[in-house]
């Protein structure tokens, strides 16, 4: 059974630091999503990183993969308050098509 | 404008009674898909379908059916036989193949 585990599940920063949110999953897989949930809100889409190595900018936000050591980073780059929200990796499940694995979700708050 | 929209945005209802969730898609995507997610967590697959007339059970599909009988309509009933239904339920759609998934806005049901 895959399981998907992000840390940590809840991250106070300070506006203009630096931080990484990290996913790691259990069996192997090529295909990981981020996304991004403001309170109340449905899920928006960040990256899909589609290969080993892979790696998504977007402003602040970086993403990575590393499929052999089945982990994934979601770094954050002098953040603003704006970024404050939970962000939740994906995994596909291999032999589900297209399946999605969700891990817990990470919650941001970025404080002036 | 192509989207997945979700009706009701808030729905209540009383212990007992069965309750639809319309999920509709224009974006002539073939798989389908029913999430439920709890304050502070997670989403956990309901239902999913690839394909007209074919849907497959998820992860907690108990309590719960569903319907695909057109391409762009993915409506989900929430039974008595549910224990726990009060949750934010998301329907998402996406491609065949590797792609990720687009999610609409949600249902908020209360049972009482």
């Known amino acids: 059974e895959l399981k998907v585990e992000q840390n940590p599940l809840f991250l106070s920063m300070q506006e203009g630091k630096n931080y990484t949110i990290y996913c790691n999953y259990s069996?192997?897989?090529?295909?990981l999503y981020w996304y991004r949930q403001d309170p109340g809100k449905s899920l928006e889409s960040l990256f899909v990183?589609?290969?080993?190595?892979a790696v998504k900018q977007e402003g602040r936000l970086m993403a990575s993969l590393d499929t052999k050591a089945r982990l994934s980073t979601l770094h954050i780059t002098a953040a603003v308050h704006d970024l404050s929200a939970t962000y939740f990796c994906a995994v596909l499940r291999e032999t589900s098509g297209s399946r999605l694995t969700f891990g817990e979700g990470t919650q941001l708050t970025v404080n002036p | 404008d192509g989207g997945i929209t979700q009706s009701p945005k808030y729905l209540f209802r009383k212990e007992g009674q069965n309750v639809t969730l319309s999920c509709e898609q224009n974006?002539?995507?073939?798989?389908m898909y029913w999430y439920r997610q709890d304050p502070g967590q997670g989403l956990r697959l309901i239902y999913y379908?690839?394909?007209?007339?074919?849907?497959q059970k998820g992860d907690i599909a108990e309590g719960y059916s569903v319907s695909r009988e057109k391409k762009e309509s993915f409506p989900l009933t929430v039974t008595s036989a549910q224990k726990n239904p009060t949750a934010f339920y998301l329907c998402?759609?996406?491609?065949?193949?590797?792609?990720?998934?687009?999610f609409g806005p949600g249902t908020r049901l209360t049972v009482t």
């Open positions: 998402a759609s996406s491609e065949t193949g590797r792609r990720g998934q687009y």
């Open positions: 990183l589609l290969s080993n190595g």
């Open positions: 974006l002539n995507h073939d798989a």
């Open positions: 069996t192997t897989s090529d295909r």
């Open positions: 379908s690839q394909i007209v007339n074919d849907f």
